[in-house]
């Protein structure tokens, strides 16, 4: 199959600070992406890229199978590539209705009386949720800042999907929940893989990684220092390789010292 | 219960009723809660409504603006110079006042939105700047910075018509609140407004145009603060510069009361009518005790730190439970 993105030998440079390096990787339907890398190493920025935000310096940015340029991350949205963001995303104080629909309201009624169909609105954005296992918000009027953050990520991710999304990036979507969200959260990415989603996750969670992913990709200070495919690493070794090469046990006994 | 205590405009509701309640047990028998006596607290509200609308809905996406007192001042003397000095048509020098009402408002928004800065600072030079330049070019042109206004007779209708003693100017704030409540509320618009002041960058990435929505109010901001030029300066026959300078504090004061969040991204418009009603009670309502008209302001005092503490309140109540 064809990948749906694909980076090629992709530069990214600040000034003189080179956040990127002959970075090449490829984003699949229906395969979960894992980037992983420490502080620093360039996943933010490798998603910028790939969200339209960055153009890159040199190299190629292929969207399934022509080379492209996008205008922005509007343009990227357009053509189908959604980016969740750890904490942006959602407005608090606003329904999850008119969160859901944000920026794409359901207008009903003809002018001057046209307004927003906010039961529309409602019923597709808990209906939505529910599909990917979201049963707890059964209110569309409800606020989001009253819902958990991992049920937010939920109504990002299903806006994204109902939106027509072909490729979700997330950027650290499960770092900051407890056990049980984080758990819904990759349920519902196993959903959105199902459908024929390529998804890019990003995390410092080597068991969340291990848990979802097909593909890794592990990010050293802008270089791919290792790709490889479901199976072929052990979890001891996808640790080593995420804390920048050094050895984890090594890292664990410096940790023991301190105390 | 906890469902009414959460909407926005609930704290502002209660306020005014209390209010309106004390000021009709403190003053028997003085016409306070007559016909006329009502039709005295609408006309005070009423002018200050119509700004406090679109001042709301700016301050619930985020901005401010202080520059809407001038604004009245050099509407009110365009109609003035234009009618007088240059014998101008009414309608036309009405419609030349509220395209330079639209015009500040539009430089504001511009403004605000190019340079980043906060609207309250860009938003007070302005406030200057407009003063200042409508009693400088008053003066160049007719040695004034205040005269007399020739309306028409189908103009006076439309802005100076009497019922007894309730003034026209209260149909127009009902009229105006009715939009801002129908944009707010109803509209895509309106959950951009809320999007915008609630997490700008959200709204941005969810594809609204927020520098749109923010330069759409301030030039609404800036038509309805020549609206009211216009009225005040057709029922007193005159234009001042210095009309609507109150308005510059009073309509932000009366649109936190009525619930709006000072960070922006929620109230409603009713709250904003009401905070403005109970404005025109307070300020009516001491007349008929017979104390001191000075009180007004401790009263405003008191209650504006009341509401913004309330508000605080009911934004975390709002936030913890469903
Ligand atoms: N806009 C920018 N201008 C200059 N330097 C930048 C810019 N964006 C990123 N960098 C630099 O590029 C490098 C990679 O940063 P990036 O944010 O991509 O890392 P990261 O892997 O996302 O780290 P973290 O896990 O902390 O989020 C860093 O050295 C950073 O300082
Ligand atoms: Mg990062």
């Keep these: ?259 | 219960m906890n469902k009414y205590l959460k909407r926005p405009e609930t704290g502002a509701f209660a306020a005014f009723l209390l209010t309106y309640i004390f000021f009709a047990m403190a003053t028997p028998g003085t016409g306070f809660v007559s016909v006329n006596g009502t039709a005295g607290w609408l006309n005070l509200a009423a002018e200050l409504g119509i700004v406090a609308v679109p001042v709301g809905l700016l301050m619930i996406s985020g901005e401010f603006d202080l520059s809407i007192g001038s604004t009245v001042g050099a509407a009110s003397m365009i109609l003035a110079l234009g009618t007088n000095q240059f014998g101008g048509p009414t309608w036309p020098m009405i419609a030349m006042a509220l395209m330079a009402g639209g015009l500040i408002g539009l430089c504001n928004g511009l403004a605000v939105v190019k340079t980043k800065l906060p609207s309250f600072i860009v938003t007070l030079a302005t406030n200057f700047i407009v003063i200042g330049a409508t009693m400088g070019v008053s003066r160049l042109i007719a040695n004034v910075t205040s005269s007399s206004i020739f309306a028409s007779e189908s103009a006076k209708m439309v802005f100076a018509f009497r019922w007894g003693q309730a003034n026209i100017s209260i149909l127009w704030w009902l009229l105006v609140a009715f939009i801002g409540y129908r944009v707010l509320s109803r509209t895509a618009f309106g959950n951009w407004i809320y999007a915008t002041g609630g997490n700008e960058d959200s709204a941005r990435a969810a594809g609204v145009p927020v520098e749109r929505v923010k330069v759409t109010l301030f030039v609404a901001t800036g038509v309805a603060a020549a609206l009211v030029g216009i009225l005040q300066g057709i029922q007193w026959n005159s234009g001042n510069s210095t009309y609507g300078m109150g308005y510059v504090f009073q309509a932000p004061i009366v649109v936190v009361i009525g619930g709006v969040l000072l960070t922006g991204g929620y109230g409603s418009v009713a709250g904003i009518v009401f905070g403005t009603a109970l404005f025109g009670v307070i300020s009516s309502g001491i007349f008929y005790t017979g104390w001191n008209t000075d009180w007004i302001q401790l009263f405003l005092g008191l209650l504006l730190a009341l509401a913004v503490l309330a508000n605080n309140y009911v934004r975390r109540l709002a936030l913890t439970s469903k």
């Design chain 1, 1 to 259: 199959m064809s990948p749906l993105m694909e980076l090629r030998n992709v530069d990214k440079f600040f000034g003189s600070t080179k956040a990127l390096k002959h970075v090449s990787m490829q984003v699949h339907p229906g395969k979960i992406l894992c980037l992983l890398g420490d502080n620093g190493a360039g996943k933010s920025t490798l998603i910028k890229v790939l969200s339209g935000y960055h153009n890159p310096t040199n190299g190629a940015v292929m969207l399934e199978g022509d080379e492209t340029k996008f205008a922005g991350p509007r343009d990227a949205r357009q053509r189908g590539i959604a980016t969740v963001h750890q904490n942006v995303g959602s407005i608090p104080l606003m329904s999850v209705g008119r969160n859901f629909f944000l920026g794409a309201e359901p207008i009903k009624g003809k002018w001057p009386f046209r307004s927003i169909d906010t039961k529309k609105a409602n019923t597709i954005a808990v209906e939505q949720m529910r599909k990917f296992g979201l049963t707890r918000v059964e209110n569309g009027d409800q606020l989001v800042g009253t819902m958990s953050g991992g049920e937010r990520q939920v109504l990002a991710i299903g806006r994204a999907m109902y939106f027509g999304a072909k490729m979700l990036i997330l950027d650290e979507p499960t770092s900051a929940l407890g056990v049980k969200e984080a758990s819904m959260v990759l349920k519902m990415m196993r959903v959105a893989r199902q459908n024929g989603v390529g998804i890019v996750f990003i995390t410092h969670n080597a068991r969340h990684a291990m848990s979802v992913g097909d593909d890794f990709c592990v990010l050293i200070q802008g270089e791919v220092a290792a790709s490889f495919k479901r199976d072929e690493k052990t979890r001891e070794e996808v640790l080593n390789l995420m804390a920048g090469g050094e050895d984890m046990t090594a890292l664990e006994e410096d940790l023991e010292q301190i105390d």
